[in-house]
């Protein structure tokens, strides 16, 4: 190539401070890209699933026979204290936002995010919140239990400035996942491709932004608890000191309707994702965009309306539970609707049964139990019965496990192909599926009967004369299998990150949803041109259109002349590969880019 | 799929065999209450054990059915207008007969019923002497759980039988309404009550957050240090049943149990008079100890 010469005469016109990428580790940790942004995200989380595994393992092999004493006390508490805001915190809502922030700008046809710097900055207060939660265990890691419950988490019971970590850890993750959300409904407010109105963006993005709002909702709520819990313990607070006039009542309800935000969080994640899924495998259309969409909204709205319903127990007036049981089974109609739409999606199709509708059936079938199972536990008197026993701690695990896990899993396999180019492995994907199926029945089956029987959640130690040593023996069992299937289907993904087959292409599944528009992994502005959307499934519309295109075409009248065989034969389906290829693989060498002033520069 | 279905099988198949041993209820009920609660998780449990079976099998169905063969076509239909208004209709009827039932239920668990012939005559709530609370608690907040619990009582049946349970950090002390203010009677770990009698429990903490429960004898209520909250229930039978807490509350949880031993009337009246006599008679020596104490 020789270099540019200057030319006299001819003006020349030259683009300056397009930023060039840099060295892998130094582009990943600055880009503001949001798919930069949202592969650092999704890592992380998978770093932090396999921590919360390990820790439940831990945790189950401690509870293995009864009064082991393998683990002392104070170190299960630990365990124990980290081992749910690991799962909930720094696992599955982080893991949410990563598959967010990635695909939803892609499924709008946006070329980046409203906010990047902020969402850039959400990353690294949640990297800050996890580290500063994890540096505990080097001094004195915190023994509060699952969500500090004040008086227990006040500087009398737990005087270590590890609580304190914690508290601050939790809210600095917290602030930014609220600064996450605060961007990514500027984006998808202000940044849809013309013509993508609600009713016809992806379900993904439905439930992204529902998700998202859900966080804007009881994320600053914790975090306003979790300060005046921390002003409590170092600055003299009495905001939850019950000998002060304080209500530690209040911190309770501020705790679980976070914890009922971060469960409906991956109930509205794993349902777009699920949605996604079956319609692109099943190659059919959704059964209903629009009942979806609205489930999606209606079960957020319920869902936090009935946050009361984790607080039965609680001392509150009778017509508080009444108020929160009749939310809790008003759910029962927008996830009903939910199921039925996903069934009716599969009916008529042709499901081609890949790793990823595995994981996406996985995680129906697993969310069934758990929902079905929370319905009966939103019945006040069954509430009394076994809240707080292992039966209902087992139920809400098939809802993180299904939603989060499996869920999760089914979107890493479906968008592999997008983030990296690369399919992640089948074969081992499927074993991990089948490990973690046997693993989470085999642990919440003999929970629940455990329960029955009467054994509490976060004990440390069952005893030999309640008649459940069978039971945890089983449950710890399946709990070993259900985390060498996570830790399996990590592997799996970290090694196909590198090492996976190519993908076919740059749309592998023949996707309906604009993501599939981009190249695979998409380039910094993702898409030189946008299609005009006109539906729900931009890219079938193109497809059908080209099909149609090349059905119809004729050689043009005037062509009387006859001509040599082989060069009609090699003419003829010439304007359908050239717009085939316009719809699945936009070439990035498009000299007319129609488009390229987005807010990240042309390559 | 079918991969999965068998794993799942299979895991059922392990679990069998030990479960044939076991219970799939809640704790056999020695109380009214218990057993409100035992029918209200047998009705929710048949109705979510059929939801579940049924989703699944249909999914299974779905996918086994509509799975990818040779020569299949997707006949890409979707939901025309209103036609997701019958399965709405249907689960919003589903969901309004469980909230019926869910307050007729509860109502039922929370009634007090008055205690039997067997059991503990009338005692006028009045005179329990022990009602203020150690810390922040006040009798004001009583009404927390249950506003007809204790005063329900029409005035010719008898008024339940009030006990003070206090959790601490890791064991409940019971009051016994005494025989007079001035010889309190209390216990620790173990609750004994007459046979055949409503028994209102009062249930705070002195230090964190505890629960109350005793699965044959009803619900799990929480002990919070500044609310009382309220429950109640009536033995059927004389024994020994335990109970747990459920909230987590520092590194001996796990040993926050409870027992409740239910004995005759006779030897519960006996047994609180043995305990007042014997608090009184320690506090005198400990008050001549310390009268010595301060002679010294």
Known sequence: MTPPTLSPGRPEIVTRGVPVARAGWTERATSADHKSVGLLYIATALVFLALAAVEFALMRLQLIVPENSMIEPEIFSRLLSASVVTLVVLFAIPFAIGLIGYIVPLQIGARGVALPRLNQLSYWLYLTGAVTIYATFLYAAPETGTLALPPLSDTTFSPTNGTDAWIVGTGLALGGFVLFAVNLLVTVQRMRAPGIAWRRAALFSWAGTVACSVLLIVGPAMIAALTMLIVDRRFGGVFFDPGEGGAPLFYEHVGYLFLTGAYLIVVIVAAGIVSEILQTFSRKPIFSHSAVGASLVAVAGLGLLAWMQSMYIAPLAEGWTIMAMAFALALLVPLGVLFFSWIATIWGGALRLRAAPLYALAAVSTMACGLAGELAYSVIPVGWALDNTTASQGDTLYVLVGGGVFGGFAALHYWFPKLGGRLLGEGVGRLALALMLVGIHLYVLPMFLAGLEGQPVDVFEFFGDTGVDALNLIASIGAFVLVIGILVALGNAAFSWSNGLPAAGHDPWAGATLEWFALSPPPPHNFDAVPDVRSAEPLHDIRESVRRRAESWRPPARLERPRPAAVAAEDAPEPAAAATETATEPSQERPESENGSGSAPVA | ?296
Request: hydrophobic share 45%; aromatic share 8%; with cysteine.
């Open chain 2, 1 to 296: 799929m079918l991969l999965a279905a068998t794993c799942a099988l299979a895991a059922l198949a392990v679990l069998a065999a030990p479960a044939q041993a076991l219970q799939l209820g809640l704790e056999e009920p020695h109380s009214p209450n218990a057993e409100s609660i035992s029918t209200a998780y047998w009705v929710m449990i048949a109705l979510s054990t059929f939801l579940i079976v049924a989703i699944n099998a249909v999914l299974i169905i779905a996918a086994v059915r509509f799975r990818e063969r040779r020569g299949r076509e997707a006949s890409r239909f979707s939901a025309g207008r209103g036609a997701l208004r019958p399965v709405v209709g249907v689960l919003s009827l589903l969901a309004l007969a469980i909230f019926i039932f869910g307050v007729v239920i509860t109502a039922d668990v929370r009634e007090v019923e008055p205690s039997g012939p067997e059991g503990l005559s009338a005692q006028p709530t009045a005179q329990v002497g022990v009602k203020g609370l150690p810390g922040a608690g006040t009798v004001e907040t009583t009404e927390a759980i249950s506003d007809d619990a204790p005063t329900a009582a029409s005035p010719g049946e008898s008024a339940p039988l009030e006990i003070n349970a206090i959790a601490q950090q890791w064991i409940w002390r019971f009051e016994y309404p005494g025989h007079q203010p001035s010889s309190p009677a209390f216990s620790y770990g173990e609750l004994v009550v007459p046979v055949d009698t409503a028994v209102v429990l009062n249930i705070s903490s002195t230090d964190t957050l505890h629960s109350w429960w005793v699965p044959s004898l009803g619900g799990q209520v929480q002990a919070s240090p500044n609310d009382v909250s309220q429950t109640w229930f009536k033995a059927d039978e004389v024994g020994r049943y335990p109970g747990r807490s459920t909230m987590f509350s520092g590194s001996a949880y796990p040993v926050m149990r409870s027992w409740v031993n239910v004995v005759e009337v006779t030897e519960y009246q006996d047994y609180v008079r043995q305990l007042a006599d014997d608090l009184s008679a320690a506090q005198e020596i400990v008050a001549t100890e310390q009268e010595k104490e301060a002679a010294e």
